[in-house]
């Protein structure tokens, strides 16, 4: 118990923190009286009180972090600040069970956007506001700015944020001190989700659906204010600026962090992933357009461009908004879509998957085996840009990509198992460790998770926070070792 109460003091912290996101629901609810202030106001008050409870028990246990407390620490609070951000929803909406609470406020925080809800237009604008104020403060990671005020809670930042930062390349530094980067960061993330408020709300939307998919958007969540999603605007312009904000979103923030702090264009020059990004996107919209006017889907260039465009962009960004039912476009096109969010978004965006770096590695180191297979003798190295990977590095990304594909084929063959079709429980799978939302069969982009039952809505739960967390933060923990002292 010893070892776990730093871990505990540190979560009290972190809880009494967060309590503080209530208040722009709150304040919404008050301003707009729309009868939700209630909810907001039990939720700060409960999840004050455990804070502070858990401080006064564990305030002997205080010292510096080291690493595995830094990786126990990550997960506890990926697992128990969901139960905290359920309350609202289980107080406005008595007849929400715990399950399908926590289910929405794993999704909210892991930025994930799938949930069990309909009837959204009905919803008290609060109530959207925090659902996606939760993409906005897991998309760049809660621990991220947990580290950037932690030195004034006494604590030091760097095990965190080694466990939280979502890359292979997590030792560089972009400031000397990680609190620094962590602030840095959330300025430039702030700026960019202000200035898509903005660019929404010019183009239409008013002011409460440009916050919620502001903080949507650049969390790269999916959470609408709508059931019919983007449909519910039918507006190119709109479209367009979504499309625009979830690019930005999908390109790691030390790049957008870089830019800022150097007043130049030429970090977007040196990122290695934005032309595989971009490249493969382009070709991506081309050929679906091409394919959907193929199939006669759609009777013209612009349309079939239009939606092929957008639908393309926001799964594959792990943003998850739709403007039409994609799930009965011909099969090839929905799941190339759904396949593309597996590593389209960039190390350190805020989009889910195995990000772009890996996925160029592995590229990389197999085109590396088929020469050496030619010509055994020559001394080949993998490259990013310029740099030489280590191989350490390059075996670190091979273990991921098994633990990612095992973690698939099991999650699937759960879900399976437990009554669902084969079809609806892999894409099911593969849209919660992408933290993309919408899957595909029975809860595809036009229905919702709610009709699974209580042991899949838990496995799904499971599989957003294993995705959210890269695999490796959440398994080291369920491991043996992990607990021998």
């Known amino acids: 118990m010893s070892q776990i109460l730093p871990v505990v003091h540190i979560l009290s912290k972190v809880l009494m923190l967060f309590a503080l996101a209530f208040l722009l629901p709150m304040g919404v609810s008050f301003a707009l009286n729309d009868g939700a202030q209630m909810a907001y106001d039990e939720a700060l008050l409960a999840t004050l009180v455990s804070g502070a409870t858990l401080w006064l028990l564990s305030r002997r246990g205080k010292r510096e972090l080291q690493t595995r407390d830094g990786f126990l620490l990550v997960v506890l609070i990926w697992a128990v600040l969901p139960v905290f951000s359920a309350i609202p929803l289980l107080l406005y909406l008595p007849d929400m069970s715990f399950t399908d609470a926590y289910f929405e406020a794993v999704s909210g925080l892991t930025a994930t956007g799938a949930t069990t809800l309909s009837g959204l237009d009905n919803l008290p604008p609060s109530i959207n506001i925090w659902r996606t104020q939760m993409h906005w403060i897991g998309g760049m990671g809660v621990i991220v700015l947990v580290v950037a005020v932690l030195p004034m809670l006494g604590v030091g930042g760097r095990q965190m944020f080694k466990a939280e930062t979502p890359t292979p390349m997590k030792d560089s530094k972009l400031t000397p001190r990680m609190a620094e980067t962590a602030k840095g960061l959330w300025q430039v993330y702030a700026l960019f989700t202000i200035i898509c408020m903005g660019a929404l709300w010019a183009g239409g939307m008013s002011w409460v659906d440009a916050v919620v998919h502001g903080f949507s958007v650049m969390g790269l969540g999916g959470m609408s204010s709508h059931d019919a999603s983007m449909a519910y605007f039918d507006s190119v312009l709109l479209e367009g600026i979504v499309m625009l904000f979830a690019l930005i979103s999908a390109i790691s923030f030390s790049t957008h962090f870089m830019a800022f702090r150097t007043r130049s264009l030429l970090a977007y020059r040196h990122d290695s992933e934005i032309p595989w990004t971009f490249g493969v996107l382009g070709v991506s919209i081309i050929g679906l357009t091409a394919y959907l006017l193929y199939k006669g889907f759609y009777p013209d260039v612009s349309e079939a461009l239009r939606y092929a465009a957008f639908n393309t962009v926001v799964v594959a960004t792990t943003l998850g908004l739709s403007t ?54 020559a001394e080949i190295h993998t490259k990013i840009g310029r740099q030489a990977v280590p191989n350490k590095i390059i075996y670190a990304v091979l273990a991921f990509l098994f633990v990612y594909v095992v973690s698939v084929v099991f999650l699937s063959f759960v879900l399976s198992a437990s009554g669902l079709d084969v079809f609806t429980a892999f894409t099911a799978v593969v849209a919660m460790v992408n933290n993309t939302g919408p899957g595909l069969g029975q809860i595809g982009p036009a229905s919702t998770y709610a009709v699974l039952n209580d042991f899949q809505t838990w496995v799904c739960s499971f599989a957003m926070l294993l995705g959210r967390l890269e695999f490796f933060t959440l398994l080291v923990v369920l491991t043996p070792v992990f607990w021998r002292k």
């Open 324 to 377: 039409t039912d994609y799930s009965v476009w011909p099969y090839f096109a929905p799941l190339w879509m759904l396949f593309l969010s597996s590593f389209i978004a960039g190390s350190g965006s805020t989009g889910g998957g195995i990000k772009m770096l890996r996925a160029v590695l592995l590229y990389k180191q197999l085109y590396r085996e088929l020469i050496k297979l030619v010509h055994p003798s």
